[in-house]
């Protein structure tokens, strides 16, 4: 049974800060890939940011220069999503999503977080 819950939603004022935390918990042999998507009202989900293993990061142009992901050296199974100048555009549920291959499996599997929410208010 593998578990991935997000943390650090919230309400916040334009140009404001947030910190989403998310850890991924269970029977885990090894986490790959970690990432942060969003899904705004009315829209499809999205992709924000993506770390690999070996901490290379991708960032979607909308957030670039503006959030930051990053994963715990100590705690490889935490990734952070630090998001500046926050805009109301910024507004949707954000998910947390991890490739990683649970233990009694030769397989990558991708699961993915129940979300948080962030509200971005003008």
């Known amino acids: 049974q593998v578990e991935l819950v997000e943390f650090g939603g919230g309400l916040v004022q334009a140009g404001g800060s947030l910190r989403l935390s998310c850890e991924a918990s269970g029977s885990i042999f090894k986490i790959n890939g970690m990432g942060w998507y969003r899904q705004a009202p009315g829209k499809q989900r999205e992709l924000v940011a993506l770390?690999?293993?070996?901490?290379?990061?991708?960032y979607a142009d909308s957030v670039k220069g503006r959030f930051t992901i990053s994963r715990d050296n100590a705690k490889k199974n935490m990734v952070y999503l630090q998001m500046n100048s926050l805009k109301p555009e910024d507004t949707a549920v954000y998910y947390c999503?991890?490739?990683?291959?649970?233990?009694?499996?030769?397989?990558?599997?991708?699961?993915w977080g129940k979300g948080t929410l962030v509200t971005v208010s003008s």
């Open positions: 999503n991890a490739d990683l291959i649970p233990y009694g499996s030769s397989w990558n599997i991708e699961y």
């Open positions: 770390i690999s293993s070996g901490g290379s990061t991708n």
